[in-house]
Structures are given as C-alpha cells and as structure tokens.
C-alpha cells in the first residue's frame, strides 16, 4: 500500500472523530469511510465474484410498523403480557423446513417453506424512528442532508426497465412515500402507485367523453406547448422529469396496462384463497408480474385489522394474529398462483419490516421496537430456497450466527435479479455504489 493512501486513510478516521469530514470533504464522513473500505476491498484479498440470479421481477411485501419476528418466522419460548413474562405470544408449528418453526398462524406458509427461505439475523442500528429504519430499508443507506439515495425499487426500475413495452417498471401498491422513490435517480427510475386494486392508478383511465380521435388532438396540442416552452425557458431537471412524467402517463393509459386491474376476470376461487382487500393486492401482483412490471412493493398497513397494523403496541398485541393470517392467505396464495403459472422462479418474493420487537412487553401488553436481530422471508426467485439463515438466541434479541447486514439484503436482491450490487450509479458527477458495501448471501445462490 502507498504512503499516499495509508495518509488519506488516516485522515479519514480522525476527520471522523472530529466531525471535520463532511466540512472539508463535502461528503458525509460515513460515505468517505465506506469509499475507502471499498478500495481497500479492491486492493486486498481477492474479490469473489457476484452471484447472477435469474429472477426477472420482484415482489416486496411491506410489513410496515415493525413486524414481530419472534411472532412469525422466528418463534421462541412461549411468554407471557401478563407477568410480563418475555417471550414469543404464539405456539409454534413444523414446516416443511427440517428443524425450522414458525408461528402457528403461519399454518398455510409452513407446509410450503420448502419454497422460501429465512434470514433470521438481518440487523441495522435505528430502532426510535420508524421514518428513518424504513428509509434505511429501502434505501440501505442512512439518512443524509447532502444526498437523497434511491430505493431498492428504483434502482431495480433503472437497471432493469419494465418486461413490456406496455407496463411501468415499477409500480407501488399503497401510499407514496420519499423512502420508495427514486432520489438522484430522477422521476424515469419512479413508480407508478395506486390504492384502489379495481381501478387502478388515478388520472389513467380516460373519461367516456374523451374518444381517441379527440385524445390525439389533445396531446398534439400539448406537445406543441411543451415544445414551445421549452425554447423559452431552461427549466433543467424540473421540466425534464415533467415531461418524462407525461409521457409515461400517456404510454400507460391505453386498454393493454389497464385491463391488468380487471380482477373479476379472475377465477372466485383464486380470489378467495388470496383473502381480503391485502389479498387482492397480491393477486394484482401477479397480475402486474405478467403484464411485464419488474419490481412492485405492496403494503400491508393500508386498513389496520388489529386497530394498529404492525405498530404493535400496548392493545395492539391482542389482535396481532388477524394480521398474521390475513398475510399467510395471501402469501401462500401467491406463491402456489406463481408456481402453477410457472412463474415463481423468475419472481423474488420479499417480506420485510422496518425492524422487529423484542422479547418483553411494554406497559401495555405489547412491545417496543428491536432492530439489531430481525427477520426478513425470501421465496421463490429461483434461488436456492428450503434454507434458514442466520440464528438468533434464546429470546431472538441477540444475532447468535450469520449476521446480515441490510446492504448484504439488498446485494442479495440485486444479485437475484442479475443486478451487480457492486456497480456504481451516478449522482450528478459523483460516483455511487449501488450497495454500501453490501455482501449477497451466497448460500442461496447455486
């Protein structure tokens, strides 16, 4: 190593206990840091090489609030809220894992685990802000004034693209959010979001009074507005991501996106296996899959069945098992649709929360928030699936073996999709590491 890097190195360490970094360098002490970790990794041992998946889409299923893992995929000892007794709040039940248990509302996923995969030991450090532990799951980047990083949809919006000339990349099954968009990745790497399964995104469906000859008029006249002002005006990056906003919205407004959101012309019995309004999201998901969208996250906060969805709290425990079941229909539902249309190999499946809860109940009767030893479930994606990963310890508040960080999460995501974590993007002029050093987990890869 040369003297010229073993200085800089050092510089960077003690700037950062000075809290000089970011001053003298104009950039977050932590991202210098990290820069030099990675150089460091390039100049050191040798570097294995990225596993390529082949997944062609993703489905993100957000548990969002902070799910209880010791009260689904990683059961233990039984407790108890009323002697404050700590412990998980359900008996657990075999799947089809050897040795691997989950709670025993999770009956309809247990005896197809062997289609999933458990990564038990995922961990970060925000555990007080819901806000900023989502940012950093979706993002896999803390929160920073001088950057806004993209999220794990985003970049899979703009490495990727959609499967089909007719469907957005990505699309958002819930409420839009910062921590979902696409930061320097500009408005082409964004989503498209809808709340409402049956109509289908706002403001794309024409009104009945709008024929197709009176449409054509209409966007000839705007792109002749748009053209115009153009030349009048420099509106930079405002104007440009307005532009590709419209055109987009016009490109998925014809009858070949929207017919997607036509559920009735899906079999009764399919939609009732898939269960409730959440279940019919996740059928839409298959929907949007085969309609050609690559990444889709779908949330399952939107009608808080317990009274507080995953934010469980104080009385929030006590009907914390509707929420299970509602989300083990659906799950199981999706994965056997994928599988019987062949298409579970090519989709990666992804439920994640923004962290998990310890052992101990509150005041209350239910719990606080726990992010350094939580679970995040894999299915299908043409991994190596039928796997636990990780192990956490009698209580599951402490990571025992296997620790996964969330950018070895998301490089585990990229890879599947064959999307090199260790590529850099761009912000602006300054060079960006799709992951923040992020590790895939090589044992389900073949």
């Not at 054509?216 to 930079?236: H, I």
């Not at 017919?259 to 296996?273: A, C, G, I, P, T």
């Not at 928030?369 to 894999?378: E, G, R």
Request: glycine residues 10%; contains cysteine; neutral net charge.
């Amino acid at each position: 190593m040369n003297t010229f890097d073993s200085t800089r190195r050092d510089f960077l360490r003690q700037a950062s206990l000075t809290g000089l970094a970011a001053s003298a360098m104009g950039t977050p002490w932590q991202q210098l840091l990290a820069s030099e970790k990675h150089a460091e990794k390039k100049h050191g041992a040798k570097k294995l090489p990225m596993p390529v998946g082949k997944a062609e889409h993703c489905i993100m299923i957000w548990l969002g609030g902070g799910s209880c893992h010791i009260d689904t995929w990683d059961p233990k000892r039984k407790g108890d809220p009323k002697t404050k007794k700590a412990g998980s709040y359900y008996d657990p039940i075999p799947t089809a894992i050897k040795g691997t248990e989950v709670c025993e509302h999770l009956a309809k996923c247990a005896p197809i685990l062997d289609r999933f995969n458990i990564v038990r030991s995922v961990h970060h450090e925000v555990i007080d802000e819901h806000a900023a532990a989502t940012n950093r799951m979706h993002t896999g980047r803390p929160t920073t004034g001088t950057i806004t990083y993209p999220s794990v949809g985003s970049v899979v919006a703009h490495k990727r693209g959609s499967a089909s000339d007719h469907a957005p990349a990505y699309v958002l099954i819930g409420y839009p959010n910062v921590t979902r968009g696409p930061g320097f990745l500009g408005s082409q790497a964004g989503y498209i979001y809808l709340t409402d399964t049956s109509a289908g995104p706002s403001g794309f469906t024409r009104s009945s009074r709008v024929n197709q000859s009176r449409q054509d008029r209409r966007e000839r006249l705007l792109t002749k507005m748009r053209a115009e002002f153009r030349q009048k005006s420099v509106g930079g990056q405002t104007i440009q991501d307005y532009d590709q906003s419209v055109a987009e919205a016009l490109r998925l407004s014809g009858p070949e996106f929207m017919k997607v959101f036509q559920l009735d012309n899906e079999k009764s019995d399919l939609r009732n296996m898939y269960g409730g309004e959440f279940g019919q999201r996740c059928l839409l998901s298959r929907r949007l899959i085969q309609s050609g969208v690559r990444f889709i996250e779908v949330s399952h906060n939107l009608n808080f069945v317990n009274g507080t969805g995953w934010d469980t709290h104080n009385d929030g425990q006590l009907n914390q098992h509707l929420l299970i079941k509602e989300l083990d229909s659906a799950l199981s539902a999706l994965v056997l649709d994928l599988e019987q249309n062949k298409l579970l190999d090519k989709t990666l499946i992804v439920v994640a929360s923004e962290f998990g809860r310890p052992a101990g109940f509150d005041g209350g009767g239910g719990r606080g928030h726990q992010s350094k030893a939580f679970s995040v479930v894999l299915a299908g994606g043409g991994l190596q699936n039928g796997k636990t990963i990780g192990e956490t310890n009698e209580l599951g508040e402490e990571i025992v073996s296997r620790p996964v960080s969330v950018p070895d999460l998301h490089a585990t995501i990229y890879a599947s999709l064959g999307i090199d974590p260790s590529e850099e993007l761009f912000a602006g002029d300054r060079p960006v590491p799709i992951t923040d050093l992020g590790d895939p987990v090589r044992e389900l890869f073949s």
